[in-house]
Each structure stands twice: as C-alpha cells, then as structure tokens.
C-alpha cells in the first residue's frame, strides 16, 4: 500500500488515486467516530424542542401558531446557516468551521434554558439553527473527500445516523429529566455536553486532504495528512501533490462564482433535482419532527409513549438508511428510492384511516416513520459526491438551503393545517406520502443524469 498513488518520477503524489487505492483504515474509523459524535450532539441539541415542546406549550400557553413559529425559528437558521458555513469551509476549510459551529451550538443550547418568553425562546431557536445548519455541509465533505469512492455516500449516511441518534436520545432524555426537573434542565444538560465535545474536538479534528490539495496548500503541509492514512507512506520523497480524478474549478472565491461552478456542465440538471427530492424529503422528514410527538398524542397516544415511538422511527430510520447505502453505493442513486416506495402505503394506510387503534396501528406508524427517516438519510447522502472539492461543501450547502424552505415550511403549514382534530392530523401522514412521492420522481430522474457525470476510475500518473 505504500506506493498507492505515487506517480511514475516519485515527486508528485495523486492523492485521488492514492485515496481511491486505499481500504478502510484506523484513520477512516476515527473520523466517521468523530463526525458521528458531531453530528449525535448536533441532533440532540436541534431535536429538543420537539420533545420539550408539549412541556413548553403548558408553561408559556403556546397557541398553535406559536408553536409553529418557534419550531420554524431553528429551521430558518439552519437555512442561513447552511449557506454561510459551507462557502466559508470551502475558503477556509472544513475544520474551523465544524469547530466553531459546534461551541456556538453548545452556547446557544444551554442558554434555551434561560428562555422565559416565547419570543426569547424563538431568537435563542433561531441562532441555535444558524450553528447546528453550518456546520452539516462542510462535515460531509470532509468525510466524502478522504473515503475510497466506494464509502462516499455510506459515511454521509453514516455521519448522519449520528445525527438521528442524537434526535433519537432527546426523547429519552426529555422524559428523564422534564418531568422531575423542568424542561430548562434539559437544555442545560445537552448544552454542557455538546461544550465537552466542542473542547475535545480541538485536538483531534482533521482538515480535508483533498481540500487542501484543491486549494494549493503547501506540500509540507499535506505530507502528514498523507501519513495519518497510511503511516508506513515515504512523503519525504513528494515535492508536490495533485488531483486527477477531479476537473479544475474556477480560481475566483466570490460566492457567486462558487455557485455558478455547481452548474457546470451535466450538472445543470443533476443540482436542481438534488435540491427538488431534498425539498421533498425535509418537508416530510422535519413535518414528522416538528410535530410527530402531538400527532401521535391527537390520534390517542399519551406524550411519553408517543416520545418512544418517535425516537425509536429515528434511529431505526437512519440504520435503515445506512444498510441501503451499503447495499446501493456501486449501482447509483435509483434504489435510493426503495425506502419512500414502502413508506407511501404506510403513511396511506394512516392518512386514510384505515388502520385506527387497533393491533397494527403502532407498528404501521412505526414503519412509515422509519422509512420517512431512511429515505431522508439517503437522499442526504448524494448532496456533494457530484462536486469537485473546492466547491464541494459550497454545494452541500446550497442543498441543504433550499431542503430548508420545505424545513421552515414544514412547521408552519403543519401548525396551520394538520393540528387541532384528528382529521387533520389524518391530512399530515397523507401530505407525507405525497411528499415520498416527489422523492420518487426526482431520485430516478438524477439517476439517469448522473451517468453523464464521468469521473476519471484510473487516474493518469503525475509527472514529476
């Protein structure tokens, strides 16, 4: 393995072929184990108000409106978020900004705590959003851009599971310490928690090789990097380092020039149906979210059981995702769309009433949630693998920008239309199904334009 990549004189290392020749390796695990440690307290901090909600609603006398606009409030930062942050790590790099977004989340978690008014509760929801949206995109790049092709869109899957469990673990928290404690106690905990992470991430972070590379950093900087995936790599020997398996982008940093390189090309078509099944994805994805818990407590489930059952369709949902992935990575995009295609006739099953109370009635709901949660995993994952580095984060995080119009939509509408009765909760799982639908369409419709999107699999040799 240690002459993985090298070119024919030794002074120039490939560093796409060096990365593509390589297996999964310690180096690998580690940084899928810290972005999954990311991205866990990431969704903790970002799921807590669905949990806290109900608690918060009897406290403050939240109408359904309010709920809504509080709910709305994280998303709307998260959609801001995302687009600072990505063109920011792919000027920067992907390290500070994951760094910094994760101590300002801690910060603003913790203060939730303090929130007295609805209105001091949605500006702290909104800053929480433009932290915890800043820093996804440039965690999936990093990760995507040190994997064999082979792994690229499972760690994003993998990544993201992190962030379903930390979704997951904020029902289980919020019933352990809201009922005896306050639901301020939980802001409190999962806010300290996030800090330690934040503390611990200073010393073993990494920065993305091929971003540096793409950016023209020095060799004596690159070099070790080179060494954290295969120690035994003479880099002595490597006055330079390349890229072969990615095009050139433009030279220019201006965000508009980052954004017009997201069109080059085949990609014209690929981007905008990357943002349309994102949009459908979020809206059903942060519909069930927002709301899933006083879903389940309008069609006659109490607030605990039906915390439960959410946390459990999340983390089921994102295992699912990843065991897709794993399955689909070497065959394109097109059997992502397995998982919305079994979740339509579940989320139909519930939406039209025809399973109500009875013995079915908790395990369909479970597996339309789980397949809503596995469909959005997937989805997430094909965001950036089309991108070249330099402009990869940027857009992973144009995606993530307009995923979030449905994500700001999702509470809204949802406040407006599907609560108060059941019938209208009964519209909420039938909205969702059509929501799976467009996931469908627009999935096998990137499938088949991808394939004109070639990339080099055996990467000529630098010269010296």
């Given at each position: 393995m240690a002459e993985a990549g090298a070119g024919g004189s030794g002074s120039t290392l490939d560093v796409g072929r060096f990365l593509q020749g390589l297996r999964f390796t310690p180096f690998h695990k580690r940084l899928l184990i810290l972005s999954c440690l990311v991205t866990f307290f990431d969704g903790l901090d970002f799921s807590l108000i669905a949990f806290t909600l109900p608690y918060i609603r009897d406290e403050m006398g939240l109408t359904n409106e309010l709920m809504g606009t509080v709910s709305s409030a994280a998303f709307l930062g998260q959609m801001i978020g995302s687009l600072v942050g990505s063109y920011i790590a792919d000027i920067l790099g992907r390290r500070p900004v994951i760094l910094v977004c994760t101590v300002f989340s801690a910060i603003l978690t913790f203060a939730t705590g303090f929130a007295d008014s609805p209105d001091m509760l949605i500006v702290l929801r909104f800053f929480s959003g433009l932290a915890i949206g800043g820093l996804l995109a440039p965690a999936w790049s990093l990760n995507i851009e040190a994997m064999p092709a082979s792994m690229r869109a499972t760690s994003v899957t993998i990544i993201m599971l992190g962030f379903s469990a930390g979704g997951a673990m904020a029902g289980p928290i919020t019933n352990f310490l809201a009922p005896v404690y306050g639901w301020h106690m939980v802001f409190f905990v999962c806010g300290a928690l996030t800090l330690l992470l934040a503390v611990g991430l200073q010393f073993t972070l990494p920065e993305s090789m091929r971003w540096m590379v793409a950016k023209g950093r020095p060799a004596a900087q690159i070099a070790p990097m080179v060494n954290r995936f295969d120690p035994g790599l003479d880099t002595s020997r490597f006055t330079a380092f390349s890229l072969s398996d990615e095009r050139k982008t433009t030279d220019k940093q201006n965000p508009l020039a980052k954004f017009v390189e997201l069109f080059?090309?085949?990609?014209?078509?690929?981007?905008?149906?990357?943002?349309?099944?994102?949009?459908?994805?979020?809206?059903?994805?942060?519909?069930?979210?927002?709301?899933?818990?006083?879903?389940?407590?309008?069609?006659?489930?109490?607030?605990?059981?039906?915390?439960?059952?959410?946390?459990?369709?999340?983390?089921?949902?994102?295992?699912?995702?990843?065991?897709?992935?794993?399955?689909?990575?070497?065959?394109?995009?097109?059997?992502?769309?397995?998982?919305?295609?079994?979740?339509?006739?579940?989320?139909?099953?519930?939406?039209?009433?025809l399973v109500d109370q009875g013995a079915a009635f908790i395990p369909v709901i479970l597996i339309g949630s789980i397949m809503v949660g596995a469909g959005h995993a997937a989805v997430i994952s094909i965001t950036s693998i089309y991108y070249p580095s330099a402009v990869r984060s940027t857009g992973g995080g144009w995606a993530s920008f307009m995923a979030k119009f449905a994500s700001v939509a999702a509470p809204l509408v949802g406040a407006r239309y599907f609560l108060g009765d059941r019938l209208a909760v009964l519209d909420g799982y039938l909205f969702s199904a059509g929501c799976l639908a467009g996931i469908v369409v627009f999935v096998l419709a990137l499938s088949h334009f991808a394939k004109r999107l070639k990339t080099p699999e055996r990467p000529q040799e630098q010269p010296a």
């Open positions: 080059h090309g085949p990609l014209a078509i690929v981007t905008p149906l990357i943002w349309a099944a994102y949009f459908c994805s979020s809206f059903a994805i942060y519909l069930k979210s927002s709301f899933g818990v006083l879903f389940l407590e309008e069609l006659g489930v109490s607030v605990v059981n039906a915390s439960w059952i959410s946390s459990a369709g999340s983390i089921m949902g994102a295992v699912t995702g990843v065991i897709l992935l794993m399955l689909t990575e070497k065959r394109g995009p097109a059997l992502i769309t397995l998982a919305p295609l079994i979740g339509i006739p579940f989320l139909l099953l519930i939406g039209l009433g």
